[in-house]
């Protein structure tokens, strides 16, 4: 130790430290390795790992079990698995395209919509209304005639603009390709769940499904996928402007039964008059919107709104106005623009509200 | 000892061995190693946490949002202000000649303030805290914290006011930090807590949260380093000229810079840009300082690699000049656009503390520990490591913090989905517990060498040897002494004076809007819409779904978002920069935080969760219930704590708390005429419009 160190040690205390540290050193060295060790156990973890194919339908274990190999390996077949999905009908779209939507899907939307589509992920039973099972081939927002298939445009646009008001939320931050890829991955477990319900009533009738059966009812998903593209809704007549006038005749039209809305959105547009409807049995009961709180789940542009009244919503008590008011097309464009009003309302009361939050207005006035 | 090592500031002093209380400046230090360790286990549960790996299982007080509000009072007011107390114990005596004031006081305060701070951190724990950054510390012991910082202050300003002869500037810094501390800690707690809210609160935070560092820490640490420095280099300070500028410099010009904190917030302008050109004006203080202090090591040619404490020092000065480059660049409108909100900030702040601070006070630890208990250390090897595993632990921290920061910033500028954000700092994240866990086993060393070096001490074994006499030297003539007390007066109305700029310029002088009349018409939907989900728990906490209740659950809900450490992760404030509208909706502007709730502001600290003052009407009730009962559930790679305790078992039955914060959360941008269509609202004209551009025809109107 040099001479006028500031720090030094004196001898003997030198020699009581080798002695400690020969043993002390030791024992540091095996717990920090022990200690690293743990901790990278830990942190590299163990990820859950994905099954190897989408589950079926629980309706499916149910099958005698030479049907049931059948149908999983039918729906194999031509439906391929999450690590190479098929496409089925024409314009598939490339393998890299369903791969990208697959990491995607199961990123974003598999902890509610579920690994294989059936809306019922991990949090499922904790929303409501619940996550769309894709396996049904049902989706509520299309710009098609009630009961027809979505067009994919319908798809992307629920994805990107969620669906306000309920747990679907807005991936609008997504690229377009990706949300692209999303919608044909979203089609892939659709597709394979319409034709897994096909083979399923086969077989549940005849205990074995006739393989020549098979292309017929890929026809028949193929067609009715493509049919939906020629089936968007145009109006039927010019736009009524908004204006009170227009805002006025929806109202009478919304509130007698000219339209009859009333019956279950309320004379307020409120929704809470009638006791929710159970409309699937199992399914949790549906609740018509309430039209004031600004949240339109189907979108809240004119031309959505007019097809949620001339198509109905799919799969719920919605129906479609379009016979009923196929002689007065100005009403479908009053019920629009009075709809348009009835979701401003508490807009137009946030800013007329006597209390309320300070409006930047007022706070300009109160600077001196 | 007759052996005992050689002190090379024997000749400053006559007989300091007996001006100081050796047992209170033990005490001290030991339960700054106490704090220490709490905050490390802070650190660590939280980067344990991002990492997504906490072994909390739904406990409260083990929750990680939490432990991170503990980690910088702890840090701060545990771990740091002990320290530099027990140093100050030693070396006030000794440069003035003169003992503290009173030593029963020292006993009081100290018993105190560890008192306050335990209190502090035992209260944190419970869910309490105060939305302050830097001031975490509950409400109700603010008083407390106050009372003992004027004790202290009472204890060590007489010696330094009445010491004979021109003060060294040792003693400038010292006492301008005692003069300050007081003021800094009551402005900055009280103001933005009882009297003022929204942006000016804000604008008081920041300079509070910098007041701190450099009002506080910073001007003690100079002090410090002033004596320590020339006493371990044998050799004067290098330019007296120097440090003298820089005292006036930081006396100025540091109260105002705070604000670089809110840069691109709805604070005016003209305050932004003030603290900005004061932020550069610091910068010129901090470098004048370490260059100072730099040379007279360099000029001492002292062997800075083999004794210890001078290496810890000079360390601690290169990590310095980082720090002040990473501030530098952190206050300028330009950086900050891209890296507000940050790991960045985190990396900064964290390397100051534990960095800078730090290893100054390890510096100062090591020199005097072996001194006060008349020994030399137990173990060379033990110092040796706690260096080498702080230094590696640090700069492993700092790094990956800086780099998990500028890539956040990247990323969200480029609009990428929140989840790929925090994706892309999942690497960095793993890391981080390996950093603060080296950075720890450090601490261990040291802590096992002082336990060690105590036991063997001969201190130990005749404690009530330190008798403490004031030598008598002559006191400084009234003139000198009303010089002083002038001075001190002088730098404390400078720094209220500049304290209340910022107040006089950011408020419209309206009183905040009372909780009362804040529930509006969409609120309320999400309250009824609450009340219809959750009928059992809204109708036995809260009644019926009135503005009322609405207003209570807004109550509650911000001291849920406060207590249990949201505002830690989330921000509420969207900025004119980095992309922030494109994502989150219209620009933040001042009128939106003219309440009682945003007092203190909660603008927020980072960014690891998105900005929340677009929240409202985003997600449904039922989406928030689920993400708050356990995140993974609806976003599976969710760094995020779980908070179960908001739920009687599921997350369908959500409790008074559940409610409150989903409320409050819902409440957040429901003021706006663009909710819920933050992105694309368009008013029915606009709609018209749309229409036909879309090639929708317009029907005409009868002639």
Same mark, same amino acid.
């Given at each position: 130790?040099?001479?006028?160190?500031?720090?030094?040690?004196?001898?003997?205390?030198?020699r009581?430290?080798?002695?400690?540290?020969? @043993?002390a050193?030791?024992?540091?060295?095996?717990?920090?390795r022990?200690?690293?060790?743990?901790?990278?156990? $830990?942190a590299?973890?163990?990820?859950?790992?994905?099954?190897?194919?989408?589950?079926?339908?629980?309706?499916?274990?149910?099958?005698?079990?030479?049907?049931?190999?059948?149908?999983?390996?039918?729906?194999?077949?031509?439906?391929?698995?999450?690590?190479?999905?098929? $496409?089925?009908g024409?314009d598939?779209?490339?393998?890299?395209?369903?791969?990208?939507g697959?990491?995607?899907?199961?990123?974003?939307?598999?902890?509610?919509?579920?690994?294989n589509?059936?809306?019922?992920?991990?949090?499922?039973?904790?929303?409501?209304?619940?996550?769309?099972?894709?396996?049904?081939?049902?989706?509520?927002?299309? /710009?098609?005639?009630?009961?027809?298939?979505?067009?994919?445009?319908?798809?992307?646009?629920?994805?990107?603009?969620?669906?306000?008001?309920?747990?679907?939320?807005?991936?609008?931050l997504?690229?377009?390709?990706?949300?692209?890829?999303?919608?044909?991955?979203v089609?892939v477990?659709?597709?394979?769940?319409?034709?897994?319900?096909?083979?399923?009533?086969?077989?549940?009738?005849?205990?074995?499904?006739?393989?020549?059966?098979?292309? @017929?009812?890929?026809?028949?998903?193929?067609?009715?996928?493509?049919?939906?593209?020629?089936?968007?809704?145009?109006?039927? /007549?010019?736009?009524?402007?908004?204006?009170?006038?227009?805002?006025?005749?929806?109202?009478?039209?919304?509130?007698?039964?000219?339209?009859?809305?009333?019956?279950?959105?309320?004379?307020? @547009?409120?929704?809470r008059?009638?006791? /929710?409807?159970?409309?699937?049995?199992g !399914?949790p009961?549906?609740?018509?919107?309430?039209?004031t709180?600004?949240?339109?789940?189907?979108?809240?542009?004119?031309?959505?709104?007019y097809?949620?009244?001339?198509?109905?919503?799919?799969?719920?008590?919605?129906?479609?106005?379009?016979?009923?008011?196929?002689?007065?097309?100005?009403?479908i $464009?009053?019920?629009?623009?009075?709809?348009?009003?009835l979701?401003?309302?508490?807009?137009?009361?946030?800013?007329?509200?006597?209390?309320?939050?300070?409006?930047?207005?007022? !706070?300009?006035?109160?600077?001196p | 000892?007759?052996?005992?090592?050689?002190?090379?500031?024997?000749?400053v002093?006559?007989?300091?061995?007996?001006l100081?209380?050796?047992?209170?400046?033990?005490?001290?230090?030991?339960?700054?190693?106490?704090?220490?360790?709490?905050?490390?286990?802070?650190?660590?549960l939280?980067?344990?946490?991002?990492?997504g790996?906490?072994?909390?299982?739904?406990?409260?007080?083990?929750?990680?949002?939490?432990?991170?509000?503990?980690?910088?009072?702890?840090?701060?007011?545990?771990?740091?202000?002990?320290?530099?107390?027990?140093?100050l114990?030693?070396?006030?005596?000794?440069?003035?000649?003169?003992?503290?004031?009173?030593?029963?006081?020292?006993?009081?305060?100290?018993?105190?303030?560890?008192?306050?701070?335990?209190?502090?951190? =035992?209260? %944190?724990?419970?869910?309490?805290?105060?939305?302050i950054?830097?001031?975490?510390?509950p409400?109700?012991?603010?008083?407390?914290?106050?009372?003992?910082?004027?004790?202290?202050?009472a204890?060590?300003?007489p010696?330094?006011?009445?010491?004979?002869g021109?003060?060294?500037?040792?003693?400038?810094?010292?006492? =301008?930090?005692?003069?300050w501390?007081?003021?800094?800690?009551?402005?900055? &707690?009280?103001?933005?807590?009882?009297?003022?809210?929204?942006?000016?609160?804000?604008? %008081?935070?920041?300079?509070?949260?910098?007041?701190?560092?450099?009002?506080?820490?910073?001007?003690?640490?100079w002090?410090?380093?002033?004596?320590?420095?020339?006493?371990?280099?044998?050799?004067?300070?290098?330019?007296?000229?120097?440090?003298? %500028?820089?005292?006036?410099?930081?006396?100025?010009?540091?109260?105002?810079?705070g604000?670089?904190?809110?840069?691109?917030?709805?604070?005016?302008m003209?305050?932004?840009?003030?603290?900005?050109?004061?932020?550069?004006?610091m910068?010129?203080?901090?470098?004048? &300082?370490?260059?100072?202090?730099g040379m007279?090591?360099?000029?001492?040619?002292?062997?800075?690699a083999?004794?210890?404490?001078?290496?810890?020092?000079?360390?601690?000065?290169?990590?310095?000049?980082?720090?002040?480059?990473? #501030?530098?660049?952190?206050?300028?409108?330009?950086?900050?656009?891209?890296?507000?909100?940050?790991?960045?900030?985190?990396?900064?702040?964290q390397?100051?503390?534990?960095?800078?601070?730090?290893?100054?006070?390890? #510096?100062?630890?090591?020199?005097?520990?072996?001194?006060?208990?008349?020994?030399?250390?137990f173990?060379?090897?033990?110092?040796? +490591?706690?260096?080498?595993?702080?230094?590696?632990?640090?700069?492993? +921290?700092?790094?990956?913090?800086?780099?998990?920061g500028?890539?956040?910033?990247?990323?969200?500028?480029?609009?990428?989905?929140?989840?790929n954000?925090?994706?892309?700092?999942?690497?960095?994240?793993?890391?981080?517990?390996?950093?603060?866990?080296?950075?720890?086993?450090?601490?261990?060393f040291?802590?096992?060498?002082?336990?060690?070096?105590?036991s063997?001490?001969?201190?130990?074994?005749?404690?009530?040897?330190?008798?403490?006499?004031?030598?008598?030297?002559? &006191?400084?003539?009234?003139?000198l002494?009303?010089?002083?007390?002038?001075?001190?007066?002088g730098?404390?109305?400078?720094?209220?004076?500049?304290?209340?700029?910022?107040?006089?310029?950011?408020s419209?002088?309206?009183?905040a809007?009372p909780?009362?009349?804040?529930?509006?018409?969409?609120?309320?939907?999400?309250?009824?819409?609450?009340?219809?989900?959750?009928?059992?728990?809204?109708?036995?906490?809260?009644?019926?779904?009135?503005?009322?209740?609405?207003a209570?659950?807004?109550?509650?809900?911000?001291?849920?978002?406060?207590?249990?450490?949201?505002?830690?992760?989330?921000?509420?404030?969207? *900025?004119?920069?980095?992309?922030?509208a494109?994502?989150?909706?219209?620009?933040s502007?001042?009128?939106?935080?003219? &309440?009682?709730?945003?007092?203190?502001?909660?603008?927020g600290?980072? *960014?690891?969760?998105?900005?929340?003052?677009?929240?409202?009407?985003?997600?449904?009730?039922?989406?928030?219930?689920?993400?708050?009962?356990?995140?993974?559930?609806?976003?599976?790679?969710?760094?995020?704590?779980e908070?179960?305790?908001?739920?009687?078992?599921?997350?369908?039955?959500?409790?008074?708390?559940?409610?409150?914060?989903?409320?409050?959360?819902?409440?957040?941008?429901?003021?706006l005429?663009?909710?819920?269509?933050?992105?694309?609202?368009r008013?029915?004209?606009?709609?018209?419009?749309?229409?036909?551009e879309?090639?929708?025809?317009?029907?005409?109107?009868?002639?």
């Amino acid at each position: 130790m040099t001479q006028g160190n500031a720090f030094s040690f004196n001898r003997s205390t030198d020699r009581t430290d080798d002695r400690f540290m020969s @043993g002390a050193n030791r024992t540091f060295n095996i717990a920090c390795r022990f200690m690293f060790l743990s901790v990278a156990l $830990w942190a590299v973890g163990c990820k859950p790992t994905q099954d190897a194919n989408w589950a079926p339908r629980e309706e499916v274990f149910q099958l005698p079990a030479r049907a049931q190999k059948q149908l999983k390996e039918i729906v194999e077949k031509y439906c391929g698995t999450p690590r190479s999905p098929k $496409w089925i009908g024409s314009d598939a779209p490339s393998m890299e395209q369903l791969l990208r939507g697959e990491t995607l899907f199961n990123r974003l939307c598999a902890a509610c919509h579920g690994l294989n589509g059936d809306g019922a992920g991990r949090a499922a039973q904790y929303l409501d209304p619940r996550p769309t099972d894709f396996r049904r081939g049902i989706f509520k927002f299309t /710009s098609t005639p009630y009961g027809a298939k979505p067009v994919r445009d319908d798809l992307l646009r629920t994805i990107r603009d969620g669906a306000k008001g309920s747990a679907m939320p807005s991936f609008a931050l997504l690229a377009e390709n990706d949300l692209r890829a999303l919608v044909d991955y979203v089609l892939v477990l659709t597709h394979r769940g319409e034709l897994e319900e096909m083979l399923l009533t086969e077989a549940q009738g005849d205990d074995e499904i006739d393989l020549a059966s098979v292309p @017929g009812y890929l026809q028949r998903i193929t067609d009715r996928w493509a049919a939906a593209n020629d089936q968007i809704i145009t109006p039927i /007549s010019p736009f009524v402007p908004y204006s009170e006038a227009s805002i006025k005749l929806g109202e009478t039209a919304f509130r007698t039964d000219a339209a009859g809305c009333y019956k279950c959105h309320g004379n307020d @547009g409120r929704g809470r008059i009638v006791p /929710s409807v159970e409309f699937h049995p199992g !399914a949790p009961p549906a609740r018509a919107a309430d039209l004031t709180s600004g949240m339109l789940r189907g979108g809240f542009r004119p031309i959505d709104i007019y097809r949620r009244i001339f198509a109905g919503i799919n799969g719920t008590p919605m129906p479609s106005f379009s016979l009923l008011l196929k002689n007065e097309p100005d009403t479908i $464009w009053n019920l629009v623009n009075y709809v348009e009003y009835l979701s401003d309302t508490r807009r137009r009361e946030l800013k007329t509200a006597v209390s309320g939050t300070r409006q930047p207005s007022d !706070a300009k006035a109160n600077t001196p | 000892m007759t052996d005992l090592p050689h002190d090379p500031s024997a000749g400053v002093t006559a007989s300091p061995t007996e001006l100081s209380d050796r047992r209170l400046v033990l005490w001290h230090f030991s339960a700054a190693l106490v704090f220490l360790v709490i905050t490390l286990i802070a650190g660590t549960l939280t980067s344990l946490q991002l990492a997504g790996r906490h072994p909390s299982t739904g406990i409260p007080w083990l929750s990680a949002g939490r432990w991170q509000m503990i980690e910088s009072p702890a840090a701060i007011y545990g771990f740091l202000a002990n320290a530099f107390l027990g140093s100050l114990h030693w070396i006030v005596p000794r440069m003035t000649g003169k003992s503290v004031w009173n030593r029963a006081l020292s006993q009081l305060s100290f018993w105190l303030w560890q008192l306050v701070t335990l209190g502090a951190v =035992a209260g %944190i724990l419970a869910g309490d805290a105060q939305g302050i950054d830097g001031g975490e510390t509950p409400v109700f012991i603010d008083p407390l914290v106050l009372a003992s910082l004027c004790l202290f202050v009472a204890n060590f300003l007489p010696p330094i006011i009445r010491q004979a002869g021109p003060l060294p500037e040792s003693l400038w810094y010292i006492g =301008a930090a005692l003069v300050w501390v007081v003021p800094t800690y009551a402005i900055g &707690n009280l103001i933005p807590e009882h009297f003022v809210s929204g942006v000016s609160a804000a604008a %008081i935070q920041g300079m509070f949260q910098s007041g701190v560092t450099n009002l506080f820490l910073a001007p003690l640490g100079w002090g410090l380093m002033f004596y320590f420095v020339p006493v371990l280099a044998g050799r004067p300070i290098w330019s007296r000229r120097w440090s003298l %500028i820089a005292f006036w410099m930081l006396a100025i010009f540091s109260p105002l810079a705070g604000i670089c904190h809110y840069l691109y917030t709805p604070m005016p302008m003209v305050v932004q840009q003030l603290a900005v050109i004061f932020a550069v004006a610091m910068e010129f203080v901090l470098l004048a &300082n370490a260059v100072n202090l730099g040379m007279t090591i360099w000029v001492a040619r002292a062997p800075v690699a083999s004794i210890l404490p001078l290496r810890w020092i000079a360390t601690g000065l290169v990590l310095f000049l980082v720090c002040c480059l990473q #501030g530098a660049i952190l206050n300028t409108f330009v950086f900050q656009g891209l890296l507000h909100f940050s790991d960045f900030d985190l990396s900064h702040s964290q390397l100051l503390q534990f960095g800078v601070f730090a290893f100054w006070l390890f #510096g100062f630890m090591t020199y005097l520990i072996p001194r006060l208990l008349k020994t030399a250390w137990f173990s060379r090897k033990l110092c040796e +490591l706690h260096f080498w595993f702080s230094t590696v632990g640090i700069v492993m +921290l700092w790094a990956d913090l800086l780099l998990t920061g500028i890539l956040q910033g990247y990323k969200q500028s480029a609009l990428e989905l929140w989840s790929n954000v925090v994706d892309s700092s999942h690497v960095f994240r793993i890391l981080e517990p390996f950093a603060s866990l080296t950075f720890f086993v450090g601490q261990m060393f040291f802590l096992i060498n002082f336990i060690q070096t105590w036991s063997i001490s001969p201190f130990n074994r005749h404690p009530n040897e330190t008798a403490v006499v004031a030598t008598a030297k002559s &006191n400084a003539c009234r003139k000198l002494v009303a010089i002083r007390l002038v001075t001190g007066l002088g730098l404390f109305a400078w720094l209220c004076f500049t304290l209340a700029l910022p107040l006089f310029w950011s408020s419209n002088h309206a009183p905040a809007e009372p909780v009362k009349n804040l529930p509006n018409p969409n609120l309320m939907y999400q309250v009824e819409d609450l009340a219809q989900r959750y009928p059992e728990p809204f109708r036995e906490y809260f009644g019926e779904p009135t503005r009322e209740a609405a207003a209570e659950l807004l109550r509650r809900g911000r001291q849920i978002y406060v207590g249990e450490g949201c505002w830690r992760c989330h921000s509420q404030v969207v *900025r004119p920069v980095g992309n922030d509208a494109l994502r989150w909706g219209p620009i933040s502007e001042a009128w939106e935080y003219d &309440n009682a709730l945003q007092r203190p502001a909660l603008l927020g600290t980072r *960014r690891i969760g998105p900005d929340l003052s677009r929240e409202g009407g985003r997600h449904s009730n039922d989406w928030h219930a689920v993400h708050l009962f356990q995140p993974s559930l609806v976003s599976p790679d969710s760094p995020m704590p779980e908070y179960p305790w908001f739920f009687d078992g599921a997350p369908n039955k959500p409790n008074a708390a559940g409610l409150s914060i989903i409320a409050y959360l819902q409440w957040l941008g429901s003021w706006l005429d663009v909710y819920p269509y933050y992105e694309r609202y368009r008013s029915p004209q606009q709609l018209e419009q749309q229409m036909l551009e879309e090639g929708l025809e317009k029907k005409q109107a009868k002639p």
